[in-house]
């Protein structure tokens, strides 16, 4: 049991490069989401997902799409990477119904020069 | 939408020592959790707690929702305490508003 995982750990982007962040989680969650974390600041909400094929906008989602098409998979992208963008980005998913703790993956730290 | 402010932002203290940490929010809430997140960045879910008191180990919360805070109490500090400790609240139980955090340090 893995629980949420994040692929890549690490990544480097030119501006206007793109690039796709992959979160996959297996305890069978209906919600998924994805924050960005900058220095001195809390978690922010980019976009999460409430079930398959549903996606819904965040608190910062301007320069970000996202797709859940498979139930245990969600997809952060970036069209044209942006300076501003440059975060460390976390996925995390929770059991609608249930306690609704929000259990996260490792984090992504990406940098955009 | 709901602001959250946590206090103290920084915290230093001796191993063995208590502390405590607060969480202000400025409406009603659902949901409440909170989170440490350790020195190599991984976020680690420490309560679901709305309402009430909990208690895992040396740490508990307690939750006041008609007075729209939260506690968050660490019992004989370990250096693996070490960290930043978030409170996140919800209106509804869907989308977490997060507070900027206690960064806590605790020396040996």
């Known amino acids: 049991n893995a629980g949420v995982t994040q692929t890549p750990k690490f990544r480097v982007l030119k501006t206007g490069q793109s690039m796709t962040l992959l979160c996959a989680q297996d305890?069978?969650?209906?919600?998924m989401y994805w924050y960005r974390q900058d220095p001195g600041m809390g978690l922010r909400l980019i976009h999460y997902?409430?079930?398959?094929?549903?996606?819904a906008k965040g608190e910062v989602p301007d320069g970000y799409n996202v797709s859940r098409l498979k139930k245990q998979n969600f997809l952060l992208g970036l069209e044209s990477a942006a300076p501003s963008q440059t975060s460390v980005y976390f996925c995390?998913?929770?059991?609608?119904?249930?306690?609704?703790?929000?259990?996260f993956g490792p984090g992504t730290r990406l940098t955009v020069t | 939408g709901i602001q959250v402010e946590q206090s103290p932002p920084d915290l230093i203290l001796q191993e063995g020592a208590n502390s405590t940490l607060r969480c202000n929010f400025s409406?009603?809430?659902?949901?409440l959790q909170w989170f440490h997140q350790n020195p190599w960045g991984q976020l680690i879910n420490l309560f679901y707690i709305p309402s009430g008191t909990k208690q895992n180990g040396r740490l508990s919360a307690t939750t006041v929702a008609t007075e729209r805070y939260s506690l968050l109490y660490i019992s004989s500090s370990q250096t693996t305490d070490s960290g930043v400790y978030f409170c996140a609240v919800a209106g509804g139980n869907e989308k977490l508003t997060f507070g900027t955090g206690t960064r806590l340090t605790i020396i040996p």
């Open positions: 997902s409430v079930g398959e094929g549903t996606t």
């Open positions: 305890m069978n969650h209906e919600y």
């Open positions: 995390a998913s929770t059991n609608a119904g249930g306690s609704y703790e929000q259990y």
């Open positions: 409406d009603s809430v659902n949901n």
